[in-house]
């Protein structure tokens, strides 16, 4: 008798969590590849499941991706809200900025899978999630303008720089510092923009 070629079968798993474990899936594929080559495909092969399963977690390739999309960007934004300070008028702002620029860094080292979907996602991701990275984005950068209304009352050298401006600033400074880790980490290691981050905010705050 000819050998046949053995189905998979995955246990069975409520539908939620079987959404998670294919997220998860998704995300080691993501790995090696850019978002828009994301394959039902790779993802199914990563998860250990056939197909058919896969569909009755996610109807299509839209849905799959939407979740993902949702659920890495709501934990993005929790490891920046944790990264950064609650109380940006304690301390030196010449420090605290350093730091939360530091956390932020090994945030996105840590998952780079996920902060590259946060930071570099292409055209072709769904308006919602456009959206909702315009939200998070806004909600950052009132916490930098506080931090740098903070460092204004502090530092007389910064008190002639419009504060939601310097908001601004901060937060594109520390996007582009985070394209850099997780795009070019050989050539960009997390120290070197560390201490770049540390120096040019000191620069900064000495040309007032």
């Not at 998860?24 to 495909?41: H, I, K, N, R």
């Not at 997780?182 to 007032?208: C, H, K, S, W």
């Amino acid at each position: 008798m000819p050998d046949r070629q053995r189905r998979r079968y995955a246990p069975r798993l409520p539908r939620e969590q079987r959404q998670q474990q294919l997220l998860d899936a998704a995300m080691t594929v993501l790995a090696d590849c850019p978002l828009q080559e994301l394959s039902m495909e790779a993802v199914a092969e990563a998860g250990g499941v056939g197909k058919p399963v896969l569909y009755t977690a996610f109807d299509t390739r839209a849905e799959l991706v939407a979740a993902l999309l949702t659920r890495e960007h709501q934990r993005g934004l929790e490891q920046v809200r944790a990264a950064m300070s609650t109380d940006p008028s304690a301390g030196d702002p010449n420090r605290v900025y350093p730091a939360a620029m530091s956390a932020f860094l090994r945030c996105a080292l840590e998952n780079p899978t996920r902060w590259r979907l946060i930071l570099t996602a292409p055209d072709s991701v769904p308006r919602e999630y456009r959206a909702a990275l315009r939200s998070a984005r806004s909600e950052v950068v009132t916490q930098a303008e506080q931090l740098a209304k903070a460092g204004t009352a502090t530092d007389p050298r910064l008190a002639q720089l419009d504060p939601a401006l310097l908001g601004h600033t901060m937060l594109s400074f520390a996007e582009m510092l985070g394209r850099l880790a997780i795009n070019d980490a050989t050539p960009y290691p997390r120290e070197r923009l560390e201490q770049f981050a540390m120096v040019a905010m000191t620069m900064f705050a000495g040309a007032g």
